[in-house]
């Protein structure tokens, strides 16, 4: 079956502690995407990856990081996470990086800072 | 620049009932458009798009969408609500600058009156 998968699915920690959001897909895709969702704010694109070894930052990237060393994966990575991280995480994956390629979403990370 | 405007934050209709929500965009070239949906704790879902050629598109669990570049909306509808269609709705619009980035509105949430 087809599907990106996150892990884990909540998470609550402590301000300063690093964590990692692992993804994973199965579908050979190139474009792989870190979203956050926040209430009235839609989702907003952290980073993006084109392919392997190739990223680059989206709307809200302050105080994230992310690699791409494998096709299948894209970690993301909070070195020293504060409260005003506490969101939902969405990791997505697309064909390539054409527009118009229909995402393919995980289920949701929720992760609560304290 | 892009941006996504959903009117209507929740919006309530009786079983039967005509499904309207309503989505407008801005895009400074010819954009591509996309509604998904998402049920509580899972992640989006791709309900339909539209990328070029028919202005009307049809997506899956009877709903459909019409492109209007003159009012620029792409509102989605329903004819007939069925319970199962409680969700919130995400309107998103990416364009042809090589980064498959999706930007979204901040989502309408679809009760269903039985």
């Known amino acids: 079956e087809a599907q990106v998968t996150q892990n884990p699915r909540y998470l609550i920690t402590v301000t300063g502690k690093k964590l990692t959001v692992t993804c994973s897909q199965n579908?050979?895709?190139?474009?792989m995407s870190w979203y956050r969702q926040d209430p009235g704010l839609g989702l907003r694109q952290i980073y993006y990856?084109?392919?392997?070894?190739?990223?680059d930052k989206g709307d809200v990237p302050e105080g994230y990081k992310v690699s791409r060393k494998e096709k299948r994966n894209f970690p993301l990575i909070l070195e020293s996470p504060s409260p005003n991280q506490t969101s939902l995480y969405f990791c997505?994956?697309?064909?390539?990086?054409?527009?118009?390629?229909?995402?393919?979403f995980g289920d949701g990370t929720r992760l609560s800072i304290l | 620049a892009q941006s996504v405007t959903q009117l209507g934050s929740h919006v309530s209709v009786s079983e039967g009932a005509l499904v309207l929500l309503r989505c407008n965009y801005s895009?400074?070239?010819?954009?591509?458009l996309f509604w998904y949906v998402q049920y509580p704790n899972q992640g989006l879902q791709l309900l339909l798009k539209?990328?070029?050629?028919?202005?009307l598109v049809k997506g899956i669990n009877g709903f459909e969408a019409e492109f209007k570049k003159s009012e620029t909306s792409f509102h989605l509808t329903k004819p007939s609500a069925h319970m199962s269609d409680a969700a919130e709705y995400f309107c998103?619009?990416?364009?042809?600058?090589?980064?498959?980035?999706?930007?979204f509105g901040t989502g309408t949430r679809l009760t269903i009156i039985p």
């Open positions: 990856s084109m392919n392997v070894e190739v990223t």
């Open positions: 895009s400074s070239v010819p954009p591509y």
């Open positions: 997505a994956s697309a064909y390539n990086g054409q527009s118009g390629q229909p995402q393919h």
């Open positions: 579908m050979n895709h190139e474009y």
């Open positions: 539209y990328t070029t050629g028919a202005t």
């Open positions: 998103a619009v990416s364009s042809n600058f090589g980064n498959e980035k999706l930007t």
